[in-house]
């Protein structure tokens, strides 16, 4: 599983974190890599919250990631989750790259989130701050994982049909010729 994002407190980092300790206490194996860089959120301080909820062994800390790199983590990953509740949240793109790479998302209603994320088909949106909802999905993925695998292309399917460049592209000059 995968958490992509610059470490912002309201992009759910710490959300996803108390909610990986509830895996853990059920004793659910699962890993959980952290990519992005710095926010209102140190590594220090990332690192000190993984040490306090004891998830050392299941939760690794990569730092910021780009072009090759960040691909490979998203073709080496099985879940995308992003519990954000960042109030500004509009259309967050990691949800694309994740759908683009066959990833099931895992996100909440903010902003735009629910028409990207199709609840049910192409992962689960949930309520924002919850992180025993949070466990449920995780734990409904790896349980399932080819429902899982399903969820991942239903996605890949609706970030082709949606969202390459030709699509942009061709929406575009649509959007000017009709001005």
């Known amino acids: 599983m995968i958490f992509l994002s610059n470490l912002i407190e309201s992009k759910g980092v710490f959300v996803l974190l108390e909610a990986l300790k509830v895996l853990d206490n059920k004793g659910i194996a699962f890993h959980c890599n952290f990519v992005g ?26 730092g910021k990631k780009h072009g090759d790199d960040k691909y490979e983590i ?10 954000t509740f960042y109030h500004n949240e509009c259309f967050p793109l990691v949800l694309l790259e ?25 992962g689960f949106v949930i309520d924002k701050q ?30 082709l049909e949606n969202y390459t460049l030709e699509i942009f592209e061709r929406r575009i000059v ?4 009709q001005i």
């Open 130 to 159: 919850n992180p025993n909802q949070l466990a449920e999905k995780i734990k409904w993925f790896i349980d399932n994982p080819e429902e899982a695998i399903l969820m991942g292309e239903k996605g890949r399917e609706y970030f």
């Open 74 to 83: 998203f073709q080496s990953s099985d879940i995308f989750v992003f519990p």
């Open 37 to 62: 860089g710095a926010g209102d959120i140190s590594s220090k301080q990332l690192n000190q919250k993984i040490n306090d909820l004891n998830l050392q062994e299941y939760v690794t800390y990569l």
């Open 98 to 122: 994740a759908m683009m790479f066959g990833l099931p998302v895992i996100s909440t209603s903010e902003g735009g989130i629910p028409d990207i994320v199709k609840d049910g088909e192409t």
């Open 174 to 177: 649509h959007i000017l010729n």
